[in-house]
């Protein structure tokens, strides 16, 4: 029988930068149901948020924050989908079947918020123009 030599799968991926992290951030993006719940519990689980747990949220910047309290207004549901509440929706703008991206920030027990629209927003601030050089 003839051995081939093997042939490597897929494409080949360009390395990637090493980037200077500041703390332990996770983030993930997900989609909002009609009634506010976060569809992706990976950023919850990450911060150890039981089901239960106490939490309060505030608007921010474009974006809301939820921070971990023993006396917050919010619970996390008890299976354990983080809700948004529907006053902290209509003030991002953010509509069932949106897409956001959440961002858990270990070192301060929190989970931030953003809609696409300010993602995009972000973006476009640090987008290269049209006729600049990009150098690898």
């Not at 909002?32 to 990976?42: E, F, H, K, N």
């Not at 921070?67 to 619970?75: A, E, M, Q, Y």
Request: with cysteine; net charge positive; glycine share 8%.
């Amino acid at each position: 029988m003839t051995q081939y030599p093997r042939v490597p799968r897929g494409l080949p991926m360009p390395a990637v930068p090493a980037l200077h992290s500041t703390g332990d951030v996770y983030c993930a993006i997900t989609t909002v149901d009609g009634s506010g719940r976060l569809a992706d519990r990976s950023a919850v689980r990450v911060l150890g948020w039981e089901p239960g747990d106490r939490f309060d949220i505030a608007v921010h910047a474009g974006g809301a924050r939820a921070v971990s309290t023993d006396v917050g207004r919010l619970r996390v549901a008890a299976n354990g989908h983080l809700r948004l509440p529907s006053p902290t929706r209509h003030l991002l703008g953010i509509a069932c079947g949106d897409r956001v991206l959440v961002v858990a920030k270990s070192e301060q027990n929190a989970l931030l918020v953003y809609s696409m629209a300010t993602v995009t927003n972000l973006l476009t601030q640090f987008e290269a123009p049209d006729n600049a050089s990009v150098s690898p």
